[in-house]
């Protein structure tokens, strides 16, 4: 039932109940990780969450793809015709960021080791790149983007593959930012000046494996279409392929840019 009234608050673009959804159903799928499988916590939440979160984004994405390969495509600008399936998927990361935040300050600090254990990593290279000078931050520029690259290519595999993967991709990104402001901040009062230092180039990174996920949902709705109906229409692949190519590299070029901001 709740997948279903969040399945139609996405038709109807409503962003504000969606962020809403994702961050209820991510406090409640934490909860529910300790009575489930109280072992490696962190990692098992994640899972919970995207199998909560998975069904009526799938769902959503399928929706629009099937409208838009239905109309053989329409004319409109390619990010006006995915400007909708952005924006729902980046209010669902950004509630599922701030889910994470608030269990991170309620759960015991072992809870949430896994995603501590990325963090602290990620920190020492920051720290090493700031003691050391340019010669480190251009290291650290090369391992951030080869990194995001690694997570991009992913993404749009899975996506291509097994459509649920793209929403465990972006939950598990959104509870390493989460943890990682929450320990950061030294307070839930710091948290808003600290999240807001990080979106610039959090909300980059994640716009691009956003766009690597339409991209191969849209690929693979395609190849599914001709599997399950045989027929096949050169002009409409053609067009798919060109709209592929495009959102993998306006998602190529968000990485670039997120890379540049993080080591200024």
């Known amino acids: 039932m709740l997948e279903g009234i969040w399945l139609r608050e996405e ?46 984004l799938i769902a959503y994405l399928r929706s629009e793809e099937k409208e838009e390969m ?8 390619l990010l006006e015709r995915h400007a909708n399936e952005l924006a729902v998927y980046m209010a669902f990361f950004l509630g599922v960021t701030f889910g994470f935040l608030i269990c991170d300050f309620v759960f015991p600090q072992s809870f949430f080791a896994v995603q501590v254990q990325i963090i602290e990593g990620i920190r020492g290279s920051t720290l090493s790149a700031n003691a050391t ?28 593959l097994f459509s649920a993967g793209m929403v465990f991709v972006l939950v598990w990104n959104a509870s390493v930012l989460g943890v990682f402001i929450a320990r950061a901040s030294g307070g839930v009062t710091q948290v808003h000046v600290l999240a807001l230092s990080y979106l610039p180039h959090g909300l980059l990174e994640i716009a691009a494996y956003i766009l690597a996920g339409i991209s191969g ?4 709705y395609q190849f599914g279409y001709y599997y399950q109906t045989k027929s096949y229409k050169k002009d409409a692949f053609i067009r ?25």
Not at 138 to 157: A, G, K, P, Q, Y
Not at 252 to 260: D, E, K, Q, R
Request: hydrophobic share 60%.
């Open 240 to 264: 798919v392929m060109k709209d592929s190519m495009v959102l993998i590299s306006g998602g190529l070029i968000c990485l670039l840019l997120a890379g540049i901001i993080e080591v200024l």
């Open 133 to 160: 000078g340019n010669l480190v931050l251009s290291s650290l520029f090369e391992r951030i983007i080869t990194n995001n690259l690694w997570v991009f290519f992913l993404t749009f595999v899975v996506s291509f």
């Open 11 to 56: 038709y109807k673009n409503n962003l504000l109940v969606i962020f809403f959804f994702a961050l209820a159903f991510t406090i409640i799928g934490v909860y529910l990780t300790n009575y489930i499988l109280p072992i490696s916590q962190g990692l098992v939440a994640v899972f919970l969450v995207s199998l909560i979160g998975a069904y009526p």
């Open 70 to 77: 239905v109309k053989r495509l329409s004319e409109k600008k």
């Open 217 to 220: 949902a849209l690929l693979s």
